[in-house]
């Protein structure tokens, strides 16, 4: 064990040095990829826009892609685009990703990890190198050893150092991210577009000026909520995908976008229109190809993660099969 070292903590926090051991994965590290999101922001009608993970604001940013052990130009501040860091113990929050004199903050223990420098020569005593180290000299040269510190002032154990085959989750952008972790949930809940229910429904004719209703016949694929996890060495995310709105393309340029499901028409309504979602045509569908209207939607879902000490935000789109509608105008007959 390397003898720990005093350590400044996090928001005035004071970060006592004790020996400290901490367990990671012996498997090997995830190659560093692009990362999803990046600020895009879904066009309102644009169908199965690519998703956008976000942390909702200031704090605790992540640089893109920064090189394992380099320090990144920025450690924290305003913005999206990246996810928040937070401890919850000692009601400290939320804290920066990255600090320039703690290093990167590990989801799995919610500790700060920066690699020794220098490390330990080869020929360097067994207990400077600590427990978890191999001890063959060739195998505790495949990893390092990383000073660690763990903020928060009613914590056992505040800080010492270790050796590790891999960084630790979310240093440098080694491994899975949180956020690409919670990629992976979504692909798991498999969600859809909207499953639209019209009336008049289709081989039935509405008239121009009547109320059209629009819903969505809700299932957990559909509307929500759906839940799923992720998992890699040392981290679970855990998402929550939810609907925020269904964009209706009604076929004659005209749109309608709700944040209900829409109400299904029962006969007992007669000629009410829609509480909650619902349109009317100004013309007929006369002139449409097949002479209906093709209706179309696009469903924005939202979906909220957390794990690993972090949490965020992520929005993606769906496409709906589409229905049509079919407008007829009255007919007044004349008397003889």
Request: hydrophobic fraction near 30%; charge should be positive; charged fraction near 20%.
């Amino acid at each position: 064990m390397l003898s720990p070292r005093g350590r400044g903590g996090v928001l005035a926090a004071a970060a006592l040095a004790v020996p400290l051991h901490l367990g990671l994965s012996a498997g090997p590290a995830a190659a560093d990829g692009d990362r999803p999101g990046g600020g895009v922001t879904c066009p309102e009608l644009v169908p199965d826009c690519d998703i956008n993970a976000h942390g909702g604001g200031g704090g605790g940013d992540k640089p893109d892609k920064p090189r394992p052990g380099a320090k990144p130009s920025r450690g924290g501040g305003g913005g999206g685009g990246s996810a928040k860091c937070f401890i919850k113990w000692d009601n400290i929050g939320e804290v920066p990703c990255y600090k320039p004199d703690m290093g990167w903050f590990n989801q799995s223990n919610q500790c700060y990890w920066e690699i020794m420098k220098p490390q330990p020569g080869k020929d360097a005593a067994d207990w400077e190198w600590g427990t978890a180290a191999p001890s063959s000299a060739a195998d505790r040269a495949k990893g390092k050893v990383y000073n660690v510190t763990c903020p928060g002032a009613g914590r056992e154990l505040m800080g010492g150092s270790t050796w590790s085959l891999n960084p630790p989750p979310g240093f440098g952008g080694g491994g899975p991210s949180p956020e690409e972790l919670a990629q992976e949930a979504i692909k798991k809940m498999r969600l859809l577009g909207a499953d639209i229910g019209t009336a008049p429904k289709a081989g039935k004719t509405g008239l121009v000026g009547m109320p059209v209703w629009i819903w969505n016949n809700k299932t957990p694929r559909t509307w929500g909520p759906v839940t799923a996890s992720a998992s890699a060495p040392g981290i679970t995310v855990t998402a929550t995908a939810t609907v925020k709105k269904i964009a209706y393309t009604m076929g004659d340029g005209g749109t309608e976008v709700c944040t209900t499901a829409g109400t299904p028409y029962r006969k007992r309504f007669g000629g009410q229109p829609s509480p909650d979602c619902g349109y009317r045509y100004t013309k007929t569908s006369s002139s449409q190809p097949g002479e209906a209207f093709t209706v179309t939607a696009v469903t924005t879902w939202t979906v909220h993660w957390a794990g690993g000490g972090q949490e965020g935000d992520i929005t993606t789109t769906r496409q709906a099969e589409p229905a049509q509608i079919t407008v007829g105008e009255a007919q007044a007959v004349a008397k003889p």
